[in-house]
T-cell receptor, first 114, second 116 residues
Framework: DAKTTQPPSMDCAEGRAANLPCNHSTISGNEYVYWYRQIHSQGPQYIIHGLKNNETNEMASLIITEDRKSSTLILPHATLRDTAVYYCIVRTPGGGSTLGRLYFGRGTQLTVWP | NAGVMQNPRHLVRRRGQEARLRCSPMKGHSHVYWYRQLPEEGLKFMVYLQKENIIDESGMPKERFSAEFPKEGPSILRIQQVVRGDSAAYFC??????????????FGDGTRLSIL
């Protein structure tokens, strides 16, 4: 079952920051928030993940609210190649073997326009 | 620095034939995951394997589908007696260790299976 809620689509002008929101109000204290994206016809690409603190890497920044009920993925300077479906994923709870799976919901279709 | 390699990229089979999809994980990775993406849908987890062991196959259809990850060689997803509904993109991912909550899975570019 989906534990995250994302808007179905967003758009952004090239060169501007893209801010993609995600709600995960039922997240547990030890669950990580992951972001992936899928460019058309390619495999999902890992972007970033975090637990409590904000995280930044060469691709993006992840801002997690203090209560951890929502997060925002920030692409600081969007390019046309950032057009993709972005997935916010909370690792499925449960013990043992089920830790392996990722649940991909519908994600957010981000369109970057020139 | 090879990523996850899947082959073939495209596979066409007639109904009733067998399909074999191969996945070589990233170097040093011993955990493999298979996902299926039906047209216009999101990815659905199928199976999680470690070397020579199936850890979680709860997402796999009960019949016709099997997966293995032998000690040597790639992971294989096998679909017997394929039907039109098996047409989909099949993605493989790998990770290094058994710390799935903290560690990302890295995906290949998938195999597009078409059933005639």
């Amino acid at each position: 079952d989906a534990k995250t809620t994302q808007p179905p689509s967003m758009d952004c002008a090239e060169g501007r920051a893209a801010n993609l929101p995600c709600n995960h109000s039922t997240i547990s204290g030890n669950e990580y928030v992951y972001w992936y994206r899928q460019i058309h016809s390619q495999g999902p690409q890992y972007i970033i993940h975090g637990l409590k603190n904000n995280e930044t890497n060469e691709m993006a920044s992840l801002i997690i609210t203090e209560d951890r009920k929502s997060s925002t993925l920030i692409l600081p300077h969007a390019t046309l190649r950032d057009t993709a479906v972005y997935y916010c994923i909370v690792r499925t709870p449960g013990g043992g073997s089920t830790l392996g799976r990722l649940y991909f919901g519908r994600g957010t279709q981000l369109t970057v326009w020139p | 620095n090879a990523g996850v390699m899947q082959n073939p990229r495209h596979l066409v089979r007639r109904r009733g034939q067998e399909a074999r999809l191969r996945c070589s994980p990233m170097k040093g990775h011993s955990h493999v995951y298979w996902y299926r993406q039906l047209p216009e849908e999101g990815l659905k987890f199928m199976v999680y394997l470690q070397k020579e062991n199936i850890i979680d196959e709860s997402g796999m259809p009960k019949e016709r589908f099997s997966a293995e990850f032998p000690k040597e060689g790639p992971s294989i997803l096998r679909i017997q007696q394929v039907v039109r509904g098996d047409s989909a993109a099949y993605f493989c991912a790998s990770s290094q260790s058994g710390q799935p909550r903290r560690e990302a899975q890295h995906f290949g570019d998938g195999t597009r299976l078409s059933i005639l």
